[in-house]
């Protein structure tokens, strides 16, 4: 690190935005030595990064838009982050069915070379160029954990059983599923772990430079006391209010700009009961998913809309819920009805503006751009993908360093996230070693313990010998250790950080249940705070 004995800041490095990319950068600048202060202006992962796919994959699709960098980039990660989050984090794999009236998006490169180069394949995506997709999928990432490519005959396998007869023949490949917004709060306490400040609920109201470095007026939501804080760098990890952030709050005259773009998603009961998911592809050559989600759902997703405003909360309209329902329709043999859904949700992606026409063609790529044309130095952070969230924190520390002569190296490879320090394939056996120490849990109960917390799940049960042990039951699985442990530990304030973000928890509770929740959280805050204050 630098000298210290000259005069210094509150802070090297202050990161804007609770998201991912936030969370990343504060961990990595932090476990390098950097003092690093964190702002976020609601709940850490309150946007983008908990309305997500809630996958780790490459992108298979990006591979015709010709993003071989970012899909490398993205295989590469998959085995990385498995390794490091074994418990929010699980191998999956994908069937992909085949059918002759399968389509290109007519935007995509390749399409435009096969349209030129073979005009009678009519904007078909054939089986050949599908198969050698997957085979630059299986082989320019390496692969450790995850099996490679096989063909499925649906007539004799399990996999075809929920879909329409019509599809003989199918591939299946490997991706990883993630619980994304449980990664970014993770994330954050290793940040907070290794000396960085989190602060969530404060909002930047501004951030001016001052000589070689920057005042930030900051602002505590939950009581409108404002303070000024300085700092030598700022980051900008705003998301969809990256851009917000350079006009208003940092009056930066940075050019690149951000694209809104809008990706929603329905839950649905059940509709199959293997672990695998479907990758569906459209005859307007758009793809979307069906995934396992929370042992008793389907999680189906995403569209692609422009949204033009990031204050405007995005939800999923009735258009995008007849599109994703009419879409899985064309493959399930029961069709998926309104009826179905049980839940919806929306994010806005913060892609960076390549110009392209189609919100389904704009990069899913990064870009960081340092502006220190004003004297003290801001680093903006446009687009990126939750695969590439680590990589992309390695490369803001790249542009971050030579500011701070003498800073640490890379190191967040393969280091464990909280409650990961076991392997991938002993994953079951923690489960069944849960079940065997607190037997009243039961296999469901320990399976979501075990997803949401790993090793710390036996932190927050102690010597509990009963469910009744564990406090006040607030519905299903959840309870006062589990809420408690969230309120110390995971910076949950309300009973929407615990049953949408830190959980999935408000798929199965009721109304009266998150009252009581939301009641009790209030009053153990309350009790907290005063003991802080004495």
């Known amino acids: 690190m630098q000298d210290r004995t000259e005069p210094t800041t509150d802070y090297d490095l202050f990161v804007i935005g609770g998201g991912i990319n936030g969370c990343g950068i504060a961990r990595d600048a932090s476990g390098r030595g950097l003092k690093t202060a964190l702002a976020e202006m609601n709940d850490l992962a309150s946007a983008t990064s908990s309305a997500s796919t809630k996958l780790f994959h490459g992108g298979l699709r990006y591979l015709e838009y010709f993003e071989v960098r970012l899909v490398r980039e993205s295989l590469i990660e998959r085995e990385t982050l498995l390794r490091a989050m074994p418990h929010i984090s699980w191998p999956m794999r994908f069937v992909l069915p085949f059918h002759k009236d399968m389509r290109f998006d007519n935007s995509t490169p390749t399409s435009r070379l096969l349209n ?36 499925l005959d649906l007539s004799k396998t399990m996999e075809g059983g929920p879909l329409q007869d019509k599809f003989k023949h199918a591939y299946e490949y490997s991706d990883a599923w993630v619980q994304d917004s449980r990664l970014v709060v993770l994330n954050a306490r290793d940040a907070e772990a290794r000396g960085a400040d989190i602060m969530t609920r404060t909002k930047v109201v501004s951030a001016d430079r001052v000589d070689d470095h920057w005042e930030i007026l900051i602002e505590n939501r939950r009581d409108g006391q404002q303070r000024r804080v300085t700092a030598k760098m700022l980051v900008n990890a705003g998301g969809p209010w990256v851009g917000d952030i350079i006009r208003t709050k940092v009056r930066s005259n940075a050019k690149e700009g951000v694209r809104l773009v809008r990706g929603s998603h329905i839950v649905t ?103 220190d044309t004003g004297g003290a130095p801001v680093l903006n952070i446009f687009g990126g993908k939750i695969t590439t969230y680590r990589r992309l924190a390695e490369h803001a520390l790249e542009k971050i360093v030579p500011f701070f002569p003498g800073t640490k ?95 999935k928890l408000g798929l199965r509770l009721d109304e009266p249940e998150v009252d009581a929740l939301e009641t009790f959280m209030k009053d153990a805050i309350l009790v907290k705070n005063n003991e802080a204050a004495e």
């Open 269 to 371: 009961r059940k509709l199959y009961d293997h672990d695998k998911c479907y990758f569906f592809q459209g005859t307007d050559g758009r793809i979307i998913f069906a995934i396992p989600y929370e042992q008793d759902f389907t999680l189906i997703g995403t569209t692609d809309s422009e949204q033009e405003n990031p204050d405007k909360r995005p939800e999923c309209t009735d258009e995008e819920m007849d599109y994703l329902l009419n879409f899985a329709s064309q493959y399930f043999e029961k069709p998926v009805a309104r009826e179905d859904v049980v839940w919806t949700y929306s994010g806005v992606r913060p892609l960076y503006d390549d110009g392209n026409k189609s919100a389904t063609a704009a990069t899913r790529d990064y870009t960081l751009k340092v502006d």
């Open 409 to 503: 190296g890379a190191w967040t490879a393969g280091v464990t996230l909280p409650g990961g320090d076991f392997k991938v394939a002993e994953t079951r056996g923690r489960i069944k070693m849960l079940v065997e120490e607190y037997p009243f849990l039961g296999e469901k109960w320990a399976e979501r313990m075990i997803r949401h917390y790993g090793t710390e799940v036996w932190e927050i049960l102690g010597d509990a010998k009963s469910v009744e042990d564990l406090g006040e039951h607030f519905g299903d699985t959840l309870t006062e250790a589990e809420v408690m442990w969230l309120i110390e530990k995971e910076y949950a304030e309300t009973a929407e950080d615990v049953i949408w973000r830190r959980t």
């Open 116 to 151: 030129t180069v073979m005009p009678w394949m009519k904007g078909r995506r054939p089986g050949w160029l599908i198969r050698l997709g997957l085979f630059m999928y299986d082989n320019l990432g390496g692969r450790e954990i995850l099996p490679g490519t096989k063909t």
